[in-house]
Each structure stands twice: as C-alpha cells, then as structure tokens.
C-alpha cells in the first residue's frame, strides 16, 4: 500500500493537491483514500491531506503515522513541532520540500535518514507559488512510478473544472513541467508494509489520579496566554506599510484586523505586530490610501524595513 502525506498552510491546496494524486491513483486501477485534517481552518494555519493507495481493499482508517512519502508545500513548517511534518518517518520515507533551498541543504538540515528532494520554487514567480499543489501532485506522482501522465492529467483538469479553464490550464502548465523535473526520480517511493494490529493480552483498566479543576484545565482556558502562542508562523505573505502613503487612518485597519495584530504608534500611524499577524490581508484590502501591499514571506526580510523584521 502506498501511503502519502502532504502539508501545507491554509489557502495552498493540499487538501486539493490530495484530491488529485487520489483520482490519479484511481484512474490507474487503484482503490483510494484521501481526506484532509485542519486544525484551525483559516489561511495560513498548518494542515495536512493524506492519500492511501492499494491495489485490494483498505481496512486502515485514520491518520497516516508511517508515511511512504511526506510532501511539505511550505518549509517554514518544519520548524514547527506541531505542523508535524516529520513525524513517522524512517530510512524509508521519501521527503519532498517546496523550497527556495537545495536538496542538500534539507539533507544537511534535517538529516533524515531516507531520500530528501527539493521541488524549487522561485519567489519571484507568482505562478510557482499560486499552483504549488498541482506542482506538489504532480511531484507525489511521479514518485510513486505507478501512475501514468494521462491519469494524472485527467484528474487535475477533473479536480479544477470549478475553477474554470484558465485556472485548470494554468495548474496543467506547472504540472506538466514538474512531472518533467522528476522524471528522474520516477518509483522512488516505494510500498509501505500492510499494518498488522495484534494484541496478546486483554489490556485492563489503569487508574488515573484526579486533579483538581484549577489543575486540570487546559491552557487555553487561562486567563492572558494567548500572546504566547506566536501564530505570525503561519503567514505566507507579509503585509508591508508605505509610510509615505499612509494616511494614519488606524481606526480602519486596526479595528478590522481579526486579530488585534495591528497597533497605533505614538504619532497616530499603525504598526504591525509580525509575531501575531497571519497575513490574511485584510488590512491590505481595506486600506483606503491602498499604503499596504504585500511581500512573500520567504524573502520579506530581504526586502522589508528594519522596523518590520521580526
């Protein structure tokens, strides 16, 4: 059985880039799952979608904790525990990174112990960032070996026909080139073992000590926490303000930020708090002085003024 994970942020179709690799499995002959699992459903949040391909019937259900092959759409998730994107992985894992970095610097990085490969992305290109799914599906195919250029083709243009023909020929355009890229590297991945559940001895119960309330309440229920939680992690763009532009309206991009991440300097001009903004841009489209614009954040820190570095 082939097992594949993907993750990603909100917003850059791995619940979609799933989907595809999961028709394109079935159109080869395959019996499919795919699906799915958020955590906080909004953009940039971390999430992932996994895939299970056989070629008989599949009993397993649940998350995928021993991947054949981890697809990772943004690399600033593996710096983050909780994304989880090397979870389960062993010798025989293949790890696939959207990156601006080489392959060798996610093997020296990560120093995982199976395969390690790069799909670049070039910052500077709208397309590789706006269709990063399709290039992660068509990578994730290819890998696999088992999948033919015409299923996977068929499944995408299937998967986008809501979105229309452009989009559709646009997402095409991408995937065809990647599935080119890693022509090379076609059958890497190979099949999991079947997973075999035993159990010798009947489990008994196990007491657990009772704490009180004040103890045994989650974090998330005490009071002034929720500052520690740097959620600015999962922006992709980051919003930047010109100042010359800028109006010091604040009482419209600081009332409407979701978050609370925009403040009001001294002189009445607004400051953006990067640990906790999470590039959903809605200041940008609200600003009437249009004084905010964004910058990927791959190459904010290049770019941006020093005050708006982290």
């Known amino acids: 059985m082939y097992r594949v994970r993907f993750h990603g942020r909100g917003g850059q179709g791995m619940k979609t880039a799933s989907r595809i690799l999961g028709s394109a499995f079935f159109r080869s002959g395959f019996e499919v799952q795919d699906a799915p699992r958020y955590g906080a459903e909004r953009r940039g949040a971390p999430m992932f979608a996994y895939v299970r391909a056989a070629r008989r019937e599949i009993h397993e259900r649940g998350v995928i904790t021993r991947p054949d092959l981890v697809v990772v759409a943004d690399d600033s998730l ?3 525990p909780a994304a989880g ?18 392959t060798r610097t996610w093997q020296d990085r990560l120093r995982h112990r199976g395969p390690t490969l790069a799909l670049p992305i070039d910052p500077a290109d709208s397309a590789s960032l706006r269709f990063v ?62 997973a075999v559940a035993s159990i010798s001895e009947r489990p008994d119960w196990i007491d657990l000590p009772f704490d009180a309330a ?21 922006r992709t763009l980051r919003p930047v303000i010109d100042e010359a532009r800028c109006r010091h309206c604040t009482w419209i991009c600081s009332t409407l930020c979701p978050d609370g991440a925009i403040e009001v300097r ?4 607004p400051r953006i708090d990067l640990d906790h903004c999470k590039g959903c841009m809605v200041c940008m489209a609200v600003c009437p002085s249009h004084a905010i614009e964004s910058i990927p954040e791959a190459t904010a820190d290049a770019h941006a003024p020093e005050e708006l570095q982290p």
Do not use: K, M, Y
């Open 266 to 269: 001294a002189d009445g001009g």
């Open 85 to 102: 994107t090397t979870t389960g992985l062993d010798e025989h894992t293949v790890l696939l990174i959207a990156s601006t970095e080489t």
């Open 133 to 194: 799914g399709a290039a992660c599906a068509a990578a994730a195919a290819q890998l696999v070996g088992v999948i033919a250029a015409s299923d996977f083709e068929a499944a995408l243009r299937d998967e986008l026909a809501p979105l229309g023909e452009p989009a559709a020929t646009q997402n095409l355009e991408l995937g065809r080139a990647t599935w080119r890229r890693f022509e090379p590297h076609a059958g890497l991945v190979r099949e999991g073992p079947d």
């Open 214 to 234: 004040r103890i045994a309440t989650p974090a998330i229920h005490g009071a002034a926490t929720s500052v520690e939680v740097r959620t600015g992690l999962w």
């Open 78 to 80: 593996t710096a983050s």
